[in-house]
């Protein structure tokens, strides 16, 4: 599943977020990419110790954890402290597919079942520079207003067309979630969106009760933690 979370931040903290991030180290992006990676890789990124890019991932971090649409969609176990990327013309990153596990420098290892992208670049503020992702729908290309998330399969094949004019500032990270299949993951996902419609359209239902106990009761087969 493919899905836009919109607002995760708001247009101040994006501007507060940049100013940050504009006084970062800036280094090439392939130190954290992996071999076959590191082949198609062309951007810059801000290292995991400077002490900026930390300050902003811990406001990324906070928003998560408030954003209902995105608990609900990732079901998150672990998140993989938030990085940051630049693309300025002729930058992109060819096709490929996120490591299977990823380790912090704190040491923390996750799997990473979903791959995240929060943007912090207006659109029209450059051109080029789309998430283009495949699943079994075909390739799905993405350039969100700044503040917008995307969240997808970390095992999609993926790429970043060439940044053409201006510059293409973002987040990126991985979420290990509770729920380790994507097919599980997106039922669960619809179901408690189904639920919340209808406790809103028909609040005290005695069928939201019965439809809450069956997700949770799924909740608690499929978990791992």
């Given at each position: ?93 060819g096709n490929h597919v996120d490591n299977a596990i990823r380790q912090s420098r704190g040491g923390l290892h996750i799997r990473t ?35 917008d998330m995307v969240l997808y399969p970390a095992s999609s094949l993926h790429h970043v067309r060439p940044v053409t004019r201006g ?59």
């Amino acid at each position: 599943m493919m899905l836009r979370i919109p607002g995760v931040l708001d247009a101040r903290q994006v501007e507060a977020c940049r100013r940050l991030l504009l006084s970062a180290e800036w280094v090439d992006g392939r130190v954290t990419a992996g071999h076959q990676s590191a082949r198609v890789k062309n951007n810059l990124q801000v290292p995991e110790a400077d002490a900026n890019g930390r300050k902003v991932g811990e406001t990324i971090l906070d928003a998560l954890n408030a954003n209902n649409l995105f608990i609900s969609a990732a079901l998150p176990l672990r998140v993989f402290p938030p990085l940051f990327n630049r693309y300025g013309p002729g930058h992109a990153f060819g096709n490929h597919v996120d490591n299977a596990i990823r380790q912090s420098r704190g040491g923390l290892h996750i799997r990473t079942d979903l791959s995240a992208t929060l943007f912090l670049t207006s659109p029209e503020d450059y051109d080029g520079g789309e998430l283009v992702a495949e699943d079994t729908f075909g390739s799905h290309a993405v350039k969100l207003p700044a503040g917008d998330m995307v969240l997808y399969p970390a095992s999609s094949l993926h790429h970043v067309r060439p940044v053409t004019r201006g510059e293409r500032m973002s987040s990126f990270f991985w979420i290990q979630s509770l729920i380790a299949d994507d097919g599980e993951r997106t039922q669960l996902y619809q179901l408690d969106q189904a639920i919340q419609r209808l406790a809103q359209d028909h609040p005290g239902h005695s069928s939201v009760d019965r439809l809450t106990a069956v997700y949770h009761n799924l909740v608690r087969r499929w978990a791992e933690v």
